[in-house]
């Protein structure tokens, strides 16, 4: 009897250790099974981070380098700007600065303009010349150049005007301006292709 119970506790024993070893088994094979999946899922996630990572840093790279581009062609352009400005003024702005500053020929442009406005406008007209001229200039516009012109004339000095003046009728409507900054724009552009193509090509 002991023998027979001895063999069936044997028996539940090694059937019950078997079926556990089974279920083990196919517990730890179920769980390889689900860490392969992961680990692939893991690995294709991981692709299409990097994948996207890479499209997103080629694409930055691009934009920076069209930036780049943009930029250093804009100051390319800039400082040929600066350059062509400089060297303009130097040629233009010095010489007409000096002329238009000079009494004598500030005189002769004022009379000559002034005649043709008297002769072509029935108004009175309306004169701005340099502050820093005031001295000189004063007595001929006050005393000489109305006999000239033969009509009213308002003088103002402004310090606006570095030297030149600007003309045209008393009551405002509209002004000519013959002043240094205007001659050197005028002569400027019409220097600055030569002096363009001189430079650069």
Excluded: C
């Excluded at 689900?34 to 996207?52: F, L, P, S, T, Y």
């Excluded at 009379?111 to 009175?124: L, Q």
């Amino acid at each position: 009897m002991t023998d027979k119970l001895q063999e069936l506790t044997d028996r539940l024993y090694n059937e019950g250790l078997s079926k556990g070893k089974q279920e083990g088994e196919s517990l730890l094979a179920k769980a390889r099974e689900e860490a392969a999946k992961i680990v692939a899922d893991a690995k294709k996630e991981a692709e299409a981070i990097k994948d996207k990572a890479e499209a997103d840093a080629a694409d930055y790279k691009h934009k920076i380098e069209s930036d780049l581009k943009a930029s250093a062609s804009q100051a390319v352009q800039a400082t040929k700007k600066d350059i062509e400005n400089l060297i303009i003024a130097k040629m233009v702005s010095e010489p007409v600065g000096k002329a238009l500053s000079d009494k004598d020929f500030l005189k002769s442009i004022i009379t000559e303009v002034a005649k043709k406005f008297s002769a072509e406008s029935p108004s009175d007209l309306a004169l701005v010349l340099p502050e820093s001229m005031g001295k000189e200039l004063e007595p001929f516009v006050k005393n000489e150049l109305p006999g000239i012109i033969g009509k009213g004339l308002q003088v103002s000095f402004s310090k606006k005007i570095a030297g030149g003046l600007t003309i045209g009728p008393a009551d405002g409507s509209w002004f000519v301006s013959l002043t240094d900054e205007a001659f050197s724009a005028l002569i400027g552009e019409y220097m600055r292709p030569a002096t363009k193509k001189l430079l650069f090509g």
